[in-house]
DNA sequence: ATTAATCTACCTTCTAGTAGGATGACTGTC
DNA sequence: GACAGTCATCCTACTAGAAGGTAGATTAAT
């Protein structure tokens, strides 16, 4: 009954750690059909064409970042805590190898040759990104939880870049401590209460 | 005499471009033969297999980054003024799309596809520029003109995932004043005087 | 006369994608 | 309960074009 789509989803979760590894022109349907253990004709059974798979699984991955999102607001009404979740999340992803980056931040570095359905995607989750950092600066502002140096939104695009930054130099250097290395810092400098 | 050399120049260059809009895989030998104006099997004179073209761009790139550094020295005493030099050029090659990504930084997002030959040079050059802001922010924070939150280490690992992430949201949001938004708050930080 | 640079022509492998058939589960109908 | 029809899934077999790369001839510079 409800492995009966469990198929699609093997194709979407294989494409996801290809797409991880190497990005959009890093895998092929060969790739994961060797993975699945399915026919590449099979795979256009589910998904007719590159762009198709790749697109619902950035739609996919951000309806799961905006619930996730959700759920840190309901666990965490600090949102220095959530942050630190946040943080915290990526930084056991990246150490024990299971998510070594962020899909849509991988995406983004290819974006001149991708096809505009997946950019279109891409480019809406950085926005949704940025807008529930940028809301999470001004509740910490007005909260008096957290010190903004500039505007919210400015505040929010540093600590995206900053993090996203951090796992591509983590990657760099094969060493997942210095995600770590750069993202405390970061967070603990909103936290400080201006002297 | 001087542009005997200057069709593999023109490979390298074309290579270069064409690996900050898309990276390693979004590329082709026929897509340089294109813009070249040559065939394929001219490219491969130059440059028998991609792996030899990637490498020594990536090595070329790192001697020239090492130069510009090196200069950047010269004309400029001060570690802020350094820092601030360095993200002003990066500010100027995305607003006028000349060179929208740092090459390395781009093929550090694949480096787990990467022929072994090419990552080696790419963690070369993280090396060397890690090294390099290290050293500016021991000198900065000996001179007491920058102000470290942290080991001199740790504060050029934090610059240099910024400015990456930087690059990178610049290129998701397709608006390079991001990259300003998210690099100049940085070294103000590094700027100002603790309380 | 030699050598570097370029060419045409080709090869092999991979790429995304298609055509059409086999299987099997779920329907409604008698 | 048997029967036919429908549909989803997966298969084999194939295509056209792009990929990286090679062989060997031609051209041009020294």
């Keep these: 009954m409800s492995n009966l789509t469990s198929t699609s989803d093997d194709i979407l979760r294989c494409a996801r750690s ?3 590894e190497g990005g959009y022109n890093g895998f092929s349907y060969a790739d994961i059909s060797k993975v699945v253990g399915i026919r590449k004709a099979s795979i256009h059974h589910h998904f007719p064409s590159k762009v198709d798979l790749v697109r619902t699984l950035v739609v996919r991955y951000r309806e799961d970042a905006e619930t996730a999102i959700a759920e840190l607001g309901r666990a965490y009404p600090q949102p220095a805590d959530q942050l630190r ?4 999340y990526w930084a056991g992803c990246i150490a024990d190898a299971t998510r070594t980056f962020c899909v849509c931040a991988l995406l983004a570095t290819e974006l001149p040759v991708l096809p505009s359905e997946v950019v279109a995607e891409v480019r809406a989750y950085f926005r949704m990104f940025s807008d529930w950092l940028t809301s999470l600066m001004e509740q910490g502002a007005d909260e008096g ?8 939104r400015s505040e929010a695009e540093g600590f995206i870049a900053t993090v ?5 130099s983590a990657r760099a250097y094969g060493d997942p401590s210095v995600f770590t290395v750069v993202t405390q ?3 603990e400098r909103l936290v400080a209460r201006r002297q």
């Design 85 to 88: 979740a946040y943080t915290g």
């Design 185 to 187: 810092p970061l967070i």
């Design 145 to 152: 939880t957290l010190t903004l140096a500039g505007t919210a």
């Design 164 to 168: 996203h930054g951090a796992m591509l």
């Design 18 to 20: 290809l797409i991880i």
